[in-house]
């Protein structure tokens, strides 16, 4: 069973930072993209930062130059640090990979439980 799990969220200042992270864990034998995706109150679930197997980043317009995204493929985990936060990036913040369970099995997409980012203003 695959399993994401998310940690690092909380309330902070409008101006300040946070760092979330995000470890998979279970049968695994490969990863590929890698992601977090947010969910405001009223609003769809949106892809904020994505990252690839070789490391190819892509962002949020609205995120570009304040957030940033990093895995470490030995340690099966993607972090994004998230600088100079807004009140607009209040939202639940979740966590997606593409994993193979197995070698003979087709990739899935898996989801972490979400974590609250509330930034104030």
């Known amino acids: 069973q695959v399993q994401l799990v998310e940690f690092g969220g909380g309330l902070v200042q409008a101006g300040g930072s946070l760092r979330l992270s995000c470890a998979a864990s279970g049968i695994i034998f490969s990863i590929d993209a890698m992601g977090w995706y947010r969910q405001a109150p009223g609003k769809q679930r949106e892809l904020v930062a994505g990252?690839?197997?070789?490391?190819?980043?892509d962002y949020a317009d609205s995120v570009k130059g304040r957030f940033t995204i990093s895995r470490d493929n030995a340690k099966r985990t993607v972090a994004l640090q998230m600088n100079s936060l807004k009140p607009e990036d209040t939202a639940v913040y979740y966590c997606k990979a593409e994993i193979k369970p197995m070698a003979w099995v087709k990739t899935f997409d898996y989801w972490g439980q979400g974590t609250q980012v509330t930034v104030s203003s």
């Open positions: 990252i690839t197997s070789g490391g190819s980043t």
